[in-house]
């Protein structure tokens, strides 16, 4: 699974949080004479008004939402690039037979911080994209 497809339904399932969390905080009480996608409420004379139950998200969200996304996503595949680099390093073919040996080493001899070392770099290079 590719960094990409991850963010992606994260980014998406990120934006239908929000804006269900718009929505239920904007409910008004339903009305019998309205479509399936809007609310009734009333303004100040009385007159029925109907409000529309997805609000649209405000910019700041959208780019909590990438930011969010783009983060879990990069941190998640961050061995696999750990990985490719040590296999792409010259005499890597006398280290490493293949990619699976290359993360048991990687695990025994250094553990989890040799394959998320360097992690606050990376992302600081890619979460701002």
Request: contains cysteine; glycine residues 6%.
């Amino acid at each position: 699974v590719s960094e990409t497809a991850i963010q992606f339904v994260l980014y998406e399932r990120l934006k239908t949080i929000l804006a269900s969390r718009h929505a239920a905080a904007a409910l008004p009480l339903p009305h019998a004479q309205t479509p399936a996608n809007k609310l009734a409420g009333h303004d100040k004379k009385g007159q029925d008004t109907a409000v529309d139950a997805s609000p649209a998200l405000r910019n700041l969200e959208y780019v909590g939402a990438a930011a969010s996304a783009k983060l879990v996503a990069s941190s998640v595949t961050y061995p696999h690039e750990v990985i490719r680099t040590r296999l792409r390093e010259r005499g890597a073919s006398q280290i490493y037979s293949s990619a699976v040996q290359c993360v048991r080493r990687v695990w025994v001899e250094e553990g989890v911080r040799g394959l998320y070392g360097g992690l606050g770099t990376h992302l600081l290079r890619v979460v701002p994209n």
